[in-house]
C-alpha cells in the first residue's frame, strides 16, 4: 500500500474529512495530492499528520522506497545486542545520524541498555573508571523508558565510591511493602517485620496496616493497637476489627467494646 493510500485510510479510520486533518498547517489540495500519490510530504509534514491520526510515522513509511539512512545500523545494533556484543553494537551506533524522526527514540534506547551492560561488566572486571566514563556516556540520553533506567544507571554508580547517589534513587518503600505482604502469607513473621523496618516512610497507611499485622501475629497488642491507630483514618472499618481484637487482648473491655460497635455501623 502506497504511503498517500495509507494517509488515506488512516483518515477515514479516525472518520476525519480532509479539511479536519489539515488543520491550519497544510493546505487542502496539498493533502489531496499527497493522498494521490503525486506529492510526497516532507518529514515534518508526515510527522504532523501521523500526530493528527495517532500513528507512529513509521506506519507510513513501511515498505516505501524512502528508507531510513540509519537503517543498516540498527538493524546491525540490533544483532549484536541480542548476541551479548555490547562493544560492537555501541561500535556501530557511533555512526548513527541525528536526526531520523524513524528511529531516534529506539536508538537512544538502545544506546543507554548497551553502556550499562558494558558498565556492569567494567565494573565486575574491576575496572572502575571505564565503568565511570560508560556510565556517564549513559546518563546522556533521554528515552520514554528514562526512570527505570536512570535507576539501575544509579546503582551501578553507586559502586563507585566517588559517587554519592541513594539520595537520587526512588523510594524502595512499595516494593519493600510487597515483599512484606508476600513473607507474612507464607509465615515468615521476621523476615516480613525486617522488611518493612526497612522502608523510609514508616508513617504510611499502608506501611502502619502492615506493621500492625506483624505485631498482632506476634501478640504485641499494644505495638500492634499503636499502628492501627495511625492508619485508622484511612481503614476506619479494617482498623475497627483490629482495634477491638487488640483491645481485648489487652483487656480494656471498654475500648474494644467501642471498636466493636463501629464495625456495626
Not at 555490547?86 to 548497551?114: C, H, M, N, S, T
Amino acid at each position: 500500500m502506497e504511503l498517500g493510500e495509507k494517509l488515506r485510510c488512516a483518515r477515514i479510520e479516525a472518520g476525519l474529512s480532509q479539511r479536519q486533518l489539515c488543520g491550519e498547517a497544510i493546505t487542502r489540495n496539498m493533502l489531496s495530492q499527497i493522498e494521490n500519490g503525486t506529492a510526497k510530504p516532507s518529514m515534518k509534514t508526515l510527522q504532523y499528520l501521523a500526530g493528527r491520526l495517532g500513528k507512529n510515522v513509521s506506519f507510513f513509511l513501511e515498505e516505501e522506497a524512502v528508507a531510513s539512512p540509519n537503517q543498516g545500523i540498527m538493524e546491525s545494533a540490533r544483532r549484536l545486542y541480542d548476541v551479548g556484543d555490547w562493544a560492537g553494537a555501541a561500535l556501530v551506533l557511533e555512526g548513527y545520524q541525528e536526526p531520523d524522526a524513524i528511529f531516534d527514540r529506539e536508538k537512544q534506547l538502545l544506546w543507554v541498555l548497551v553502556h550499562l551492560e558494558l558498565a556492569e561488566q567494567a565494573l565486575s572486571e574491576g575496572r572502575k573508571p571505564y565503568a565511570d566514563m560508560l556510565l556517564e556516556k549513559a546518563g546522556t540520553e533521554t528515552v520514554y523508558c528514562a526512570k527505570e533506567l536512570e535507576r539501575r544507571r544509579l546503582l551501578l554508580l553507586g559502586r563507585l565510591p566517588e559517587h554519592k547517589v541513594s539520595e537520587h534513587l526512588p523510594s524502595l518503600d512499595g516494593e519493600l511493602e510487597l515483599r512484606a505482604r508476600e513473607a507474612m502469607a507464607a509465615g515468615d513473621l521476621q523476615r516480613a517485620a525486617c522488611l518493612l523496618d526497612a522502608a523510609e516512610d514508616q508513617r504510611s497507611p499502608s506501611w502502619c496496616m502492615l506493621r500492625g499485622e506483624v505485631y498482632i501475629t506476634n501478640k504485641a497488642y499494644q505495638n500492634a493497637a499503636r499502628c492501627f491507630h495511625s492508619a485508622e483514618e484511612a481503614y476506619p472499618m479494617e482498623t475497627a476489627q483490629k482495634l477491638e481484637l487488640c483491645y481485648r487482648e489487652l483487656e480494656d473491655y471498654k475500648q474494644a467494646y467501642e471498636y466493636a460497635c463501629k464495625q456495626k455501623k
